[in-house]
């Protein structure tokens, strides 16, 4: 257990460089996979990620083609077509610094830090939510194939935007995709795409980490 935990620490300090407790698995809402802009563009995001995975020539070209790799990337290209079973949205914590620094004692980096600082910060952590995940319960070579497979496009920012991240998950398959939307403009945000493992809502660690930075609205 510490040395997931601490593996996963180390790969946020990684990513700083460069969701809610229980992930209960509910009967999706299908309206909100119309009426949720959110939804619908995490979806949109899969179609293009889906793409990626399903192409030989990308994979052979960005990732190779062994045993291992390619079992990963048929996992992932396995959702194409598929609509998925649950649908998790999750909010960034306004305070999210501040608690991950009051458990791990980092308190003095965030005194430390200035304004310009801290919101660069929570704008990284919402953009590597998806690379904390695999670090945790993915394991080095399914984070490294979920990177290669990752999508990002940038839109014009929604009213009320705020910064978030959706978990789309499909039955038994053994991957999910992970969303994240992050202002990276005065009127623009980034969205995120990446395959995650299924397992993540189960995983301790995950949550532990979470519970900490992410809420449900």
Request: net charge negative; charged share 20%; hydrophobic share 45%.
């Amino acid at each position: 257990m510490m040395k997931k935990l601490f593996a996963a620490l180390a790969a946020l300090a990684l990513c700083l460089c460069g969701v809610c407790g229980a992930w209960a698995e509910a009967a999706p809402d299908y309206d909100i996979f119309e009426d949720n802009w959110y939804v619908s563009t995490a979806q949109y995001m899969t179609e293009q990620m889906n793409a990626l995975a399903d192409n030989e020539t990308y994979v052979e070209l960005f990732i190779g083609m062994g045993e291992d790799t390619d079992g990963f990337a048929d996992q992932m290209a396995a959702l194409k077509g598929l609509t998925p079973d649950a649908c998790n949205i999750y909010l960034l914590r306004t305070d999210a610094l501040e608690s991950l620094a009051a458990k791990y004692q980092m308190d003095e980096f965030t005194v430390a830090a200035n304004r310009d600082v801290m919101e660069n910060l929570l704008r990284r952590m919402n953009m590597n939510l998806p690379g904390l995940l695999n670090a945790s319960v993915g394991g080095s070579l399914w984070m490294a194939i979920a990177s290669a497979l990752t999508y990002t496009e940038t839109f014009i920012m929604p009213e009320d935007f705020a910064p978030q991240a959706v978990l789309l998950l499909y039955g038994d398959c053994e991957a999910a995709v992970l969303v994240t939307y992050t202002q990276t403009g005065e009127n623009t945000i980034t969205v995120n795409g990446t395959f995650v493992r299924h397992e993540v809502y189960n995983d301790p660690v995950a949550q532990e980490l979470f519970d900490l930075l992410w809420e449900r609205p």
